[in-house]
């Protein structure tokens, strides 16, 4: 029997395993449009070096993300850096700009700009996004 905190562990597990799924497909696509080889599965390895790469404090995570995809692919797959650095780059713009976009599309809806969450962030207070 699921105790109260094992049922929405489960619960969440399976609502979030699509959505790794789905990047491990999108890192194979653009490695495979690379002409680099990557089993699926290998997508997986990768994806745990991007989450490294995620946590290196750089702006927008870009050094981080492109320095740990080019070398889980050059150091475990045997792929050209050169086309490593190229794909790691498409890979990173394919994963942030559409949700930038649908994000900012989101804001406009409510009603907000860039500016104005900025103002609320300064200080401007919950007054302002009233």
């Known amino acids: 029997m699921l105790t109260t905190i094992g049922a929405p562990f489960l619960v969440a597990l399976a609502l979030s395993l699509p959505l790794w799924l789905s990047i491990a497909g999108g890192i194979w696509v653009v490695t495979r449009a690379f002409h680099m080889e990557l089993p699926y599965t290998g997508a997986f390895l990768i994806q745990v070096l991007l989450v490294v790469g995620f946590t290196v404090p750089t702006p ?33 713009a394919v994963s942030f700009v559409p949700v930038a976009i649908i ?24 007054e302002e996004a009233a």
């Open 60 to 92: 927008g995570a870009v050094g981080g993300f492109h320095y740990f995809y080019r070398l889980g692919m050059t150091a475990f797959y045997g792929a050209p850096a050169d086309r490593a650095v190229g794909a790691a780059i498409v890979l990173h």
């Open 103 to 126: 994000g900012l599309i989101l804001l406009a809806q409510e009603g907000l700009s860039l500016s104005r969450i900025g103002n609320l962030t300064r200080g401007g207070g919950a």
